[in-house]
């Protein structure tokens, strides 16, 4: 089992920047890829970025540009750095953690972007 708990969230003025920690634990070496997912109110989850085990990354064309996935082996976490944020940005984001057998989900913190 992996366990994923978010950080980071909060409220900001449209430009502004955030940066969104996912910290995982557990079986770590079963982790074949990371991602940042978000869904807003009304809308269906959708993909933000991703990290896969190799350092490979893959973007939203929402957020290219604007956004980048990092990640610090050492200490089990995976980043999103969101810069010039845009108030259609707001939602819950959300860290999962893909596995061979089972997708796993962190708990989400909401990310407020205010015009």
């Known amino acids: 089992q992996v366990r994923l708990v978010e950080s980071g969230g909060g409220l900001v003025q449209a430009g502004g920047s955030l940066r969104l920690s996912c910290a995982a634990s557990?079986?770590?070496?079963?982790?074949?890829?990371m991602g940042w997912y978000r869904q807003a109110p009304g809308k269906q989850r959708e993909l933000v970025a991703t990290?896969?085990?190799?350092?490979?990354?893959n973007y939203a064309d929402s957020v290219k540009g604007r956004s980048t996935i990092s990640r610090d082996s050492a200490k089990n976490t995976v980043y999103l750095q969101m810069d010039s944020l845009k108030p259609e940005d707001t939602a819950v984001y959300y860290c999962?953690?893909?596995?061979?057998?089972?997708?796993?989900w962190g708990q989400g913190t909401q990310v407020t972007v205010s015009s």
């Open positions: 999962k953690a893909t596995t061979p057998i089972l997708p796993y």
């Open positions: 990290i896969s085990r190799d350092g490979s990354s």
């Open positions: 557990g079986r770590i070496y079963s982790i074949n890829a």
